[in-house]
């Protein structure tokens, strides 16, 4: 065996052992999980699959290369109102003194009113997109991005979402 056809073999045998070892890493670093905590009553821990599983809506915006494009995610509303957060009927008074900080994998931050994540108080709806234009999205992106229609600039789209954050503004 020439020194090629060994290098081949033991790719071949490596690869798939290296593929497994490299998702049980990012397994263990949380990659595709995504946390909700503060101000509700039922902080979570949501894995990719149950992402996956949960309705989706298509919402469409102009990226930062300035052409439209179609984004499917869930709607972040209805993450929170599956963390207890105060939404709907119940959200006056002190509760519009909520916000929402949603953080990325790489510390970049944006800030929501609560408010403006509500479809009682709005007719937008913003996205936890986990798809673009019918693929996934791609790395340095996802595997979750805030998708904000209607916004001028793109600058709370956050990318690589890591957690969403729900604190009180006094």
Known sequence: MNPIQAH???SIYVGPLFLSLLLTLLAGKGY???TISGEVTKPLVIQSAELKAMPHTEVTGQDRDGK???YS???LAHLLKQAGVTLGGE???ENLMKYVVVKAADGYEA???LPELDPEFTTRTIVLADSVDGTPLPAGVGPYRI???GEKKPARWVREVKSVEVRFAK
């Open 91 to 93: 959200l006056r008074g």
């Open 32 to 34: 595709g999980q995504l």
């Open 68 to 70: 439209e494009h179609r």
């Open 111 to 113: 800030l929501y009113a």
């Open 73 to 75: 995610g869930v709607p």
């Open 147 to 149: 998708v904000v229609p």
């Open 8 to 10: 081949f073999r033991i």
